[in-house]
C-alpha cells in the first residue's frame, strides 16, 4: 500500500513564525501535491511538484513556498505564518497525472 | 475540469448495498471519473476510478452511464466503518492533475 506520511498531526505556532511542514510517500512516485481543507471551501492545491527541484503554482500560493529536493519529500514552508493560514494541510503523491493521488492524514495547524 | 452534482447527504443501512449518485454532465472525453472518501479527522483515501467502462475492485464498484454523464459508486455490503463523506471528481490527469473536491455525500451507515 502506498503510504504518505505528514510529519505532524497537529502543530500550533505563533504568528511571523517560519513553518515547516513535511511529507514524505514511498512509493517513488513522481508527483506530489499540498492542498489545504477549510469548511465550506473543499480542498484548495497550494503548489503541486512532478519531479525533484521542479514545482508549479496551484491555486493559492500566495505566503507559501515548497522545497522538492529528494523524489520521496515534499515540503512546504509558510514563511511567516498568520492567522489566516490556520487550516487542514493535506499531502498527495502520485505516480502519474492520470493514477489516483494518495493522501496524507493531514497536519491540523493552528496560527495563534 | 467539469464540475459534479451529488446529494447532500444518505443514510444506508449496514449490510445493504449503498449506491451513490454522481452527475457530471459537462464531462470532457479526456476526463477520468475518481472516487474518495473522507472519514472525520483523516486524509481522503481513494476509492476507485475509471474512463468509460465499468470498474470494481476490492472496496467498490463504479458503474458510468454509457453517455458519461453521470456514474454511481457501489458500496456492495455497508458497514458502519464506511459511514464517511464521499466525494466524486472528474480530472484530466493533466499537469498537475488538480483534483477539485466539492461537497461531497454524507453517507451514514446505520446497524
Known amino acids: 500500500d502506498v503510504k504518505v506520511t505528514q510529519s505532524s498531526r497537529y502543530l500550533v505556532k505563533r504568528t511571523g513564525e517560519k513553518v515547516f511542514l513535511e511529507c514524505v510517500q514511498d512509493?517513488?512516485?513522481?508527483?506530489m501535491f499540498w492542498y489545504r481543507q477549510d469548511p465550506g471551501l473543499g480542498l484548495r492545491l497550494i503548489y503541486f511538484?512532478?519531479?525533484?527541484?521542479?514545482?508549479e503554482k496551484g491555486d493559492i500560493p500566495e505566503g507559501y513556498s515548497v522545497s522538492r529536493e529528494k523524489k520521496e519529500r515534499f515540503s512546504l514552508i509558510l514563511e511567516s505564518a498568520s492567522t489566516n493560514q490556520t487550516s487542514m494541510y493535506l499531502c498527495?503523491?502520485?505516480?502519474?497525472?492520470?493514477?489516483?493521488?494518495?493522501f496524507g492524514d493531514g497536519t491540523r495547524l493552528s496560527i495563534l | 475540469d467539469a464540475k459534479t452534482t451529488q446529494p447532500p447527504s444518505m443514510d444506508c443501512a449496514e449490510g445493504r448495498a449503498a449506491n451513490l449518485p454522481c452527475n457530471h454532465s459537462?464531462?470532457?472525453?479526456?476526463?477520468?471519473v475518481y472516487w474518495y472518501r473522507q472519514i472525520h479527522s483523516q486524509g481522503p483515501q481513494y476509492i476507485i476510478h475509471?474512463?468509460?467502462n465499468n470498474e470494481t475492485n476490492e472496496m467498490a464498484s463504479l458503474i458510468i452511464t454509457e453517455d458519461r454523464k453521470s456514474s454511481t459508486l457501489i458500496l456492495p455490503h455497508a458497514t458502519l466503518r464506511d459511514t464517511a463523506v464521499y466525494y466524486c471528481?472528474?480530472?484530466?490527469?493533466?499537469?498537475?492533475?488538480?483534483?477539485?473536491f466539492g461537497g461531497g455525500t454524507r453517507v451514514l451507515v446505520k446497524p
Open positions: 498527495a503523491s502520485s505516480f502519474h497525472p492520470r493514477q489516483p493521488q494518495h
Open positions: 512509493m517513488d512516485h513522481e508527483n
Open positions: 511538484s512532478y519531479d525533484v527541484k521542479m514545482k
Open positions: 459537462t464531462i470532457s472525453g479526456n476526463e477520468y
Open positions: 475509471g474512463l468509460k
Open positions: 471528481i472528474v480530472s484530466s490527469g493533466a499537469a498537475g492533475n488538480k483534483l477539485t
